[in-house]
C-alpha cells in the first residue's frame, strides 16, 4: 500500500481526492498497489467533510511520517509550497504538483534534488490542466528539434474570449463566471494579465530546451486590452481572438511571447474554445502534435495529479526530466513576422496615404456601428518594422497580432 498526503483542500486538493476515490479501483490497479490518503493539510477545519478525521494543520506530522511515500502540492504560489516540497524531497518523498508558480520558480532546483534522492518531482497539471503535454515532452517527443509550441493555455481568458464573442457577455460578466466554475486563479489577474499562460509557456519551453526559461523574461500582454469594438471588427475579417503563449525557433534565436493574437479560420488553435486549452507542437521529422482537452477546472485538474501520484508509486526510482539550471537566452519579439490589425480615429480618405507609407499596402475594415474609426490589416512584416510605423501613426487606437503565418510558409 502507498501512503499519500494533501497539501491543500481547496478546488483542486479536494478534486485529487474525489479522483482517488472515485476511481479508487482504477487508480489501485494502474499504480500496482492499493493508494491511501492518508492526510490532508489545510489551515482550515471542513467539520463533516470526509476528510475531517484526516485533517492536519501541522505539516511536520506529514513530513516526519516515513508512510508517506507521495506529497501531493496542490496550495498553489510559491511559499509556502517551495518549503514544503523542497522538504518533501530532501527526506526522501516523490512529490506531484500542479503549482504552475512553483514549477515555473523553482523547477530545475526541485529536479535535480529529486534526482540526487532518486524519487520524483512530478508537475504533469501543472501546464494544460488535464492535458497530456508535459509527460508527452518530456518522454515521447524526445527525438525531435522542436521548431514551436504554440497554445491556448489558460482556460480562463479563453472561456472569456469565447463568451465575449458568442453571447456579447460583458468583460466583467465573462471573468465572474469562469471564477464561479472555479477557473480563474484566486488572483484573476494572473489569468487576465497573461502570467499565467507566461508561467506555462516558460514551462513547456524549459521542457523542451532543456534549459531554464525565466518567465520574467517572456514578453506577457495579457487581454484586458481587447474590447467589444476589438471583437466586432474581427468577426468582420472572419478572425477570433485568442490569447496564444508561444515559443518558436526564429533566424534570430529562440522567442517566446504571450499576447493576444487573431487567428484564422485555418489555425489549428481557431477552433479551441471555453475553457478547453490546446497545445500545438511543430518538430522538425514528426511535423505538427495537438494536445486537445480540459485546460482547467476541478476534476481535470486533479485527473493529472492522481495521473502523476500513480505514476510516482510505481516508478520508485527518479525518471529522467532534462531542465537544467542554465537559463536560456531569449531573443527579441522584434524579429517575428506576421500582420498586425490596427484601429485608427478618422476617415480612410483622410488617414490611408500616411497608413501606405508606413506599412504599405494594407486592407481596410469597418465594423458595424463602430464610427469615427477604421480598422487596417498590414502585409506579414516584422513586429520591430511595424513599431516603427505605429510609432509615427497619428490616431491609433490599438493593434493586435494576426497570426497568418503558421509554419512560416505563408507569407503573402
Ligand atoms: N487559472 C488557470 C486557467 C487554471 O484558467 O487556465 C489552470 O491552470
Known amino acids: 500500500m502507498a501512503k499519500i498526503a494533501i ?3 481547496g478546488t483542486v486538493g479536494s478534486g485529487v481526492y474525489e479522483v482517488v476515490k472515485t476511481n479508487q479501483a482504477i487508480v489501485d490497479g494502474n499504480a500496482g498497489e492499493s493508494i491511501e490518503i492518508k492526510y490532508v493539510l489545510d489551515l482550515r477545519d471542513f ?6 478525521k484526516i485533517l492536519v494543520h501541522d505539516y511536520d506530522v506529514i513530513l516526519n511520517d516515513p508512510e508517506v ?10 511559499e509556502p509550497a517551495y518549503t514544503f516540497v523542497k522538504g518533501a524531497l530532501l527526506k526522501g518523498k516523490s512529490v506531484c504538483t500542479s503549482n504552475k508558480a512553483l514549477v515555473a520558480a523553482k523547477g530545475p532546483e ?5 534526482r540526487e534522492k532518486d524519487i520524483n518531482f512530478f508537475f504533469e497539471a501543472s501546464v494544460g490542466g488535464g492535458i497530456p503535454i508535459i509527460r508527452a515532452l518530456n518522454l515521447c517527443l524526445t527525438a525531435d528539434d522542436i521548431e514551436e509550441i504554440s497554445g491556448i493555455l489558460n482556460g480562463t481568458t479563453n472561456y472569456m474570449m469565447t463568451k465575449m464573442a458568442d453571447e456579447g457577455w460583458e468583460f466583467d460578466e465573462a471573468l465572474k463566471t469562469a471564477q464561479d466554475l472555479g477557473y480563474a486563479e484566486k488572483n484573476p489577474e494572473a489569468d487576465i494579465d497573461g502570467w499565467d499562460a507566461c508561467r506555462k509557456i516558460a514551462i513547456l519551453t524549459s521542457l523542451y530546451t532543456g534549459k531554464n526559461t525565466d518567465y520574467e523574461k517572456v514578453y506577457t500582454e495579457g487581454i484586458t486590452k481587447i ?4 471583437i466586432k471588427y474581427a468577426k468582420e475579417l472572419k478572425l477570433r481572438i485568442k490569447l496564444i503563449a508561444e515559443s518558436q525557433k526564429t533566424d534570430e534565436g529562440l522567442v517566446a511571447m504571450v499576447a493576444p493574437i487573431m487567428l484564422k479560420k485555418s489555425h489549428p488553435l481557431y477552433n479551441v474554445d471555453g475553457v478547453l486549452n490546446a497545445v500545438y507542437v511543430r518538430g522538425n521529422v514528426l511535423g505538427p502534435a495537438m494536445f486537445f482537452g480540459s485546460g482547467a477546472g476541478k476534476l481535470p485538474t486533479a485527473s493529472a495529479v492522481v ?3 500513480i505514476a510516482a508509486v510505481k516508478n520508485r526510482h527518479n525518471v529522467e526530466v532534462v531542465w537544467d539550471d542554465e537559463d536560456l537566452k531569449l531573443s527579441s519579439v522584434g524579429s517575428v513576422r506576421r500582420s498586425f490589425f490596427v484601429r485608427v480615429s478618422g476617415s480612410e480618405d483622410e488617414k490611408l496615404p500616411k497608413i501606405k507609407e508606413l506599412f504599405g499596402e494594407v486592407s481596410t475594415v469597418t465594423a458595424p456601428g463602430v464610427t469615427g474609426e477604421f480598422g487596417f490589416v498590414t502585409k506579414v512584416m516584422s513586429e520591430d518594422e511595424f513599431n516603427k510605423g505605429y510609432e509615427k501613426l497619428d490616431g491609433a487606437i490599438t493593434r493586435i497580432r494576426v497570426d497568418n503565418v503558421v509554419n512560416k510558409q505563408e507569407e503573402n
Open 69 to 78: 511515500s507521495v506529497v501531493v502540492e496542490v496550495m498553489g504560489g510559491v
Open 227 to 230: 474590447s467589444a469594438k476589438d
Open 7 to 9: 497539501l491543500g483542500y
Open 47 to 52: 467539520p463533516g467533510d470526509p476528510v475531517e
Open 307 to 309: 495521473s502523476d501520484v
Open 110 to 114: 526541485l529536479i535535480k534534488i529529486a
